[in-house]
């Protein structure tokens, strides 16, 4: 999702200078599309089940939904720390950050594999499913059709991009800190009213307003480790065991606001700030166990094409009307149909387009290309 989009920021640059010098030479770090591999895998793994079963019902669809649910939250995170890095490192190495720039690069990355999948999808499904999806407002509208359903999140990481570099643009990075504490109090507010507001039981529509603490915590810890004091603070504190403490608590929130409905918004509010401590954790300590396996080569090649996966799965993995045997023996084929597609995509529609966009964008005064 653009919060697939590919890259990241040096382990040097992070990990050692942290804000310091030596920030152009490499913009690119192979664990955050090793978390965009997981997010993905979550995603395929949640519609593959949802589709297969959803005559069935029942428990297995809840825990494929919430499955699903996690990996688009963990998408949130890795572009919320992504997106704000670049834009940090942009006004450090440039001395400001240029917004037209920015969004030529999005425009470039985002918009040609979305509409040619709109396009494809367009002879079967109305335009009053299109359009959401095709001007990013099918968040706040209830979907029709399953093969649009998931431009929901796309919306939202649109959203962000509209609105949080123009803040620190405007405000600058000291006083974007008390604007992003004072989104995520702004969600927390407004969440709790949408609850009150819910029949018991029904789940949290996606609107972007209720959403945009899964984006602000990702941001604000961006903004602190530019300070390399922090960031080395941040990396000694982060020990595996701490990593895994985190873990624990995130899954034990989890588990909770599964059985306990009262505890579920709040689970939300702290799975918001505990995934972007864990993901950039391994980019500060590249060499620790998970940050190693996230470093893997298929790792980085699926996470690498996770945008394109995304779009391409929710017209493979469309809703199964046949006896759950065969619905779920189609699923390994299904599987290799999405990556196929992927990787088409990938290649002859993502690279040249986001190659147009980086010459499109590039400038004396701008940055190093980033990937």
């Known amino acids: 999702m653009s919060f697939i989009s590919a890259g990241g920021v040096s382990v040097a640059e992070t990990s050692t200078q942290a804000g310091k010098s030596n920030k152009s030479k ?11 591999a997981i997010a993905i895998l979550m995603v395929v793994f949640s519609h593959a089940l949802t589709t297969a079963s959803a005559h069935d019902g029942g428990a297995l669809n809840l825990v494929a939904f919430r499955v699903g649910t996690f990996g688009v939250m963990l998408f ?4 919320g720390y992504l997106i ?23 425009i470039f990355r985002i918009l040609p594999p ?38 929901w999140s796309l919306a939202i990481e649109e959203h962000f991009y509209l609105l949080w570099p123009p803040i620190l643009v405007w405000v600058g990075r000291r006083r974007a800190i008390w604007a992003g504490v004072s989104l995520i109090a702004l969600t927390v507010v407004l969440r709790q009213i949408a609850v009150h507001q819910l029949p018991p039981g029904a789940d949290l529509p996606g609107y972007t307003h209720l959403r945009l603490d899964a984006f602000m915590f990702p941001c604000l810890l961006a903004i602190l480790l530019r300070d390399a004091r922090i960031a080395n603070c941040f990396r000694m504190l982060m020990t595996p065991r701490i990593w895994c403490s985190a873990i624990s608590v995130l899954a034990a929130g989890i588990i909770a606001g599964v059985l306990y409905p009262w505890w579920r918004e709040p689970q939300r509010l702290l799975q918001s700030a505990i995934l972007p401590v864990l993901i950039v954790a ?17 790792m980085e090649r699926i996470g690498r094409v996770s945008y394109s996966i995304y779009l391409w799965q929710q017209l493979v993995f469309a809703p199964m009307l046949h006896n759950w045997g065969v619905a779920y023996l189609r699923i390994p084929a299904q ?22 966009g980086k010459r499109m964008a590039s400038s004396p005064a701008n940055s190093p290309a980033l990937r």
Request: charged residues 15%; glycine residues 2%; contains cysteine.
């Open 114 to 151: 979305a509409y040619v999948y709109l396009a494809i999808v367009a002879f079967t499904v109305s335009w009053s499913d299109i359009a959401p999806a095709a001007f990013f407002y099918s968040n706040y509208v209830e979907p029709r059709s399953w093969f649009t359903g998931h431009f």
């Open 76 to 79: 949130f995170a890795i572009s």
């Open 26 to 36: 490499d913009h690119y770090l192979p664990s955050l599309d090793g978390w965009r």
């Open 335 to 356: 599987v290799v149909v999405v990556f196929a597609l992927a990787a088409a995509s990938y290649r002859w529609i993502e690279q040249p387009m986001i190659a147009w």
């Open 84 to 106: 704000c890095t670049r834009l940090l490192i942009e006004e450090e190495t440039a001395g400001s950050i240029s917004l037209r720039l920015f969004y030529i690069r999005r």
């Open 282 to 298: 391994t980019v500060l300590r590249p060499h620790d166990w998970m940050a190693r396996q996230l470093n893997r080569p298929w």
